[in-house]
């Protein structure tokens, strides 16, 4: 999770997280990213703007680089 300072922009929250996914895109063992920004106050779980969540589907276990 990314958490940008009180009063910070949607724009700018998402120009930060977007700038840790394109790092993320890089490894070997990453095959999708999902990186939502704030979430609507009328949802089951709002999510402030200044707040932004990186998901991330690892590859298949038998052709990753790394393995936990």
Not at 10 to 36: F, H, K
Not at 40 to 61: H, K, W
């Amino acid at each position: 999770s990314i958490n940008t300072p009180s009063g910070t922009s949607l724009g700018e929250t998402d120009r930060v997280a977007s700038q840790v996914t394109r790092i993320l895109e890089g490894g070997p063992d990453i095959a999708a990213i999902i990186q939502p920004v704030g979430r609507a106050e009328g949802s089951e779980d709002p999510m402030s703007v200044t707040n932004s969540e990186i998901f991330l589907q690892l590859a298949p276990r038998e052709k990753r680089e790394h393995s936990i």
